[in-house]
């Protein structure tokens, strides 16, 4: 008698844990939790982790704790729909996430059937929300300026600096990579200049040397480089191997340790877009400071990640819902959420208004932010 009523108790308790693990809201973080771009995904997975652990201990969302789903899709865009399947098969209502555009573009589209909400911490390129709002979804948003604005800055800075002189533009055939140099190509001829080498790689590839004996027997001065860290960490080092003298641009991608890991001291002195820190912004100070406590330094999309959560939290708690309409109602109603990153307003597309780009600077294995 004694042991029906054990296993009847521990069938109850059973019960009443999948119950409330029922009950919690579950949301995702998805992006390049392996591959080359490992290290940006470890700052998507760190910044997702510090926000639902600070949300649960502020007593959750609508009465319920935040259940945290991390998905791997290596920057790869087959397997960005093949997770994006997965979690969504699991009854999340938010998806923090993807990284890299090539991914957040067809994954998008699983979110949008789902009813999901997506905001990317990381993909900049304009056809993620362009396309989303030309198909009529409202689903997809981000806390990251898009490549055009950033494209142009870049574009400029070319004009101005190296006005007279010979630039390259290479990209690695990525919506991320074609997307920005396509962008800062734009700006650069309309401001007068113009390229004297236009060349494409092929994310992966390893050797540079034909691309880089072609690009010093035109001298060229400036290679702008649409594409991501490991590739142009190579071809700053190889370019430095064949003695070229060309200071190397790029965009957000470099902003990241893993440049600095490829490319050694023939990284320094090259150059990046970025937002202004957002580890200088004042609503940042307390959050920032619990990461160094714990021993991260929530550099490049760290912060971003979590203001994405950030977002989607106010948005459910505003509409107490998390229904994708209810969700969609407050995103796009003009208000202005308070994150980590700064105070944020969407348009109707789902991009950031006003976003700004500055350049960075890589120096002895750091980069800083240039004040001019």
């Not at 069938?11 to 119950?19: E, Q």
């Not at 982790?49 to 290596?74: F, M, R, S, T, W």
């Not at 098969?89 to 789902?114: K, L, M, R, T, W």
């Not at 990317?120 to 030309?134: I, R």
């Amino acid at each position: 008698m004694k042991a029906t009523t054990l296993v009847t108790v521990s069938t109850v308790l059973t019960v009443l844990g999948a119950a409330a693990a029922a009950a919690d809201i579950r949301i995702a973080v998805v992006g390049p939790m392996t591959g080359p771009s490992a290290a940006i995904g470890e700052e998507l997975r760190r910044g997702a982790e510090k926000a639902v652990a600070d949300v649960n201990a502020a007593g959750g969302v609508l009465g319920q704790k935040l259940n945290l789903i991390v998905g791997d899709d290596a920057c790869d865009p087959k397997q960005a729909v093949s997770v994006a399947n997965d979690v969504v098969s699991q009854q999340i209502v938010f998806v923090d996430g993807h990284y890299c555009s090539g991914s957040s573009i067809p994954a998008s589209a699983v979110y949008n059937e789902a009813g999901v909400l997506q905001i990317s911490p990381g993909s900049t390129n304009p056809a993620l929300t362009d396309d989303a709002a030309a198909k009529g979804w409202t689903n997809v948003y981000r806390t990251v300026g898009r490549d055009d604005a950033q494209g142009r800055v870049a574009g400029q800075y070319l004009a101005s600096h190296y006005k007279g002189k010979a630039i390259a533009i290479i990209d690695d055939k990525s919506a991320y990579g074609k997307g920005l140099a396509d962008e800062t190509r734009k700006v650069l001829q309309a401001e007068g200049g113009k390229e004297v080498i236009d060349e494409q790689i092929t994310a992966g590839d390893r050797d540079f040397g034909a691309l880089i004996s072609k690009l010093k027997a035109a001298h060229v001065e400036a290679i702008y480089f649409g594409g991501y860290e490991v590739e142009a960490g190579l071809i700053a080092r190889q370019a430095h191997d064949q003695k070229l003298e060309a200071t190397l641009i790029g965009g957000d991608a470099l902003l990241t340790q893993q440049f600095y890991n490829v490319s050694g001291p023939a990284g320094d002195g090259s150059l990046m877009t970025f937002a202004p820190d957002p580890r200088k912004v004042p609503t940042a100070k307390a959050v920032v400071e619990a990461f160094q406590k714990d021993g991260y330094e929530p550099e490049g999309y760290t912060l971003y990640s979590y203001a994405s959560i950030q977002v989607f939290v106010a948005a459910a708690v505003t509409a107490k819902s998390t229904d994708l309409d209810e969700l969609t109602a407050v995103l796009q109603s003009g208000r202005t959420f308070d994150t980590v990153i700064g105070s944020l307003k969407f348009d109707k597309k789902g991009d950031i208004m006003n976003p700004a780009f500055v350049f960075y600077r890589w120096e002895g294995g750091s980069y800083t932010e240039l004040n001019d």
